[in-house]
């Protein structure tokens, strides 16, 4: 089973941007459509973005459409978030997933090999 290690977390202003990195633990991760889910306490995780194990389609979840890019480079073994335009109510910790269930969900019981997160924080 894969291991994910995410980072890049950390504080901003709205407006602001960060990039967020995962790191797979082995080559199996090119195997594999990958994704990135976010989760505020008290609420349920939720779904940002999935991206092909080619890298070559993502699709987002409506809220952050035309602000977050995701990718990957599979010759490091690593999936990519990119945040722009950064609101307050994007923060959340942000995990790295591996996606195991069909093309286009965004569910979270499609997902797993949940990374420990990294806490992303935007201040108004």
């Known amino acids: 089973q894969v291991q994910l290690v995410e980072s890049g977390g950390g504080y901003v202003q709205a407006g602001g941007s960060l990039r967020l990195s995962c790191v797979a633990s082995?080559?199996?991760?090119?195997?594999?459509?990958m994704g990135w889910f976010r989760q505020v306490p008290g609420k349920a995780r939720e779904f940002v973005v999935a991206?092909?194990?080619?890298?070559?389609?993502?699709y987002y979840a409506d809220f952050v459409k035309g602000r977050f890019t995701g990718s990957r480079d599979n010759a490091k073994n690593m999936v990519l978030l990119q945040m722009n335009s950064l609101k307050p109510e994007d923060t959340a910790v942000y995990y790295c997933?591996?996606?195991?269930?069909?093309?286009?969900?965004?569910?979270?019981?499609?997902?797993?090999?949940w990374g420990q997160g990294t806490q992303v924080t935007v201040s108004s």
């Open positions: 997933v591996q996606m195991k269930g069909p093309w286009g969900s965004q569910r979270e019981a499609d997902f797993g090999s």
């Open positions: 082995n080559r199996g991760f090119i195997n594999f459509h």
């Open positions: 991206i092909s194990a080619s890298g070559s389609r993502t």
